[in-house]
């Protein structure tokens, strides 16, 4: 959503939810159900010839990248492929790390007996399986279409030496790197630069209006908890984990 709001250029914005696959896809079916869960969203948008840009941020770009393939194969015009930190950078990368921790908002290191700090680690790391196991097998390419990229400085100095994207080389891609870290460029203030480059991205496409935050899956528990953490960030960072997860806890057991 604040990615949303950040953009000037008039858009539709459709926001993909892979929380809800811990509980509803197995490693088999996962990409069948991303796949199907886009092109449903999608179908409108399609006769009316519209511009769409296909795009996907960390570990999510390596899940975009499959989907956009699979789009243009069943005729769905997709106009770009836009990378948004891409990490890892090969799907046949065995050593790309989950970060729950993160995700978390640190919760678990500051309330560890606290029941929706234990689901949500547990979602977390129950999605985080998923995903490895049917993405990390080396099959990624980008898409058959222009592509965009940019990359925070944490994950250029990361992979200081890597020649390729997807098996694509680096060269053959312009890439935009900004001065912030992995996770500060889709946060508030951070969120602004990538909102600023993804303007320059869209500029020349038709005039659309902006539907912000909107999901293609439903909500769950992981979602609702996330969201407690969000309207969080203004605590102090030693009341913000007891008071959030006092308020997930509350939900969870109702």
Known sequence: VPLADALTTACDVRALSLMDLSHDA???????????AALDALAPQVPGGRPIFVGGYSLGAMIAADLA???????VPVAEFVLLDPDPLDSAAGGWESRTSHASGQALTFVPGSPAARRLDQEMTVLSELLQT???DGSIRLPRTPVSWIQSRAIAVKYPDAETIFGTPETQIGKTVLEIDHFGIVEIPGVRGLARWLDGVLAGTASRRVRAGQRLLDRSFVTEAESFFRRAIALEPS??????????????AD
């Open 26 to 36: 197995s490693p088999d079916s996962v990409r069948e159900h991303i796949r199907r």
């Open 69 to 75: 393939s699979w789009l243009l194969d069943h005729g």
């Open 134 to 136: 049917a993405y990390l």
């Open 239 to 252: 009341a913000r984990a007891t008071i959030v997860l006092d308020e997930a806890d509350r939900l969870l």
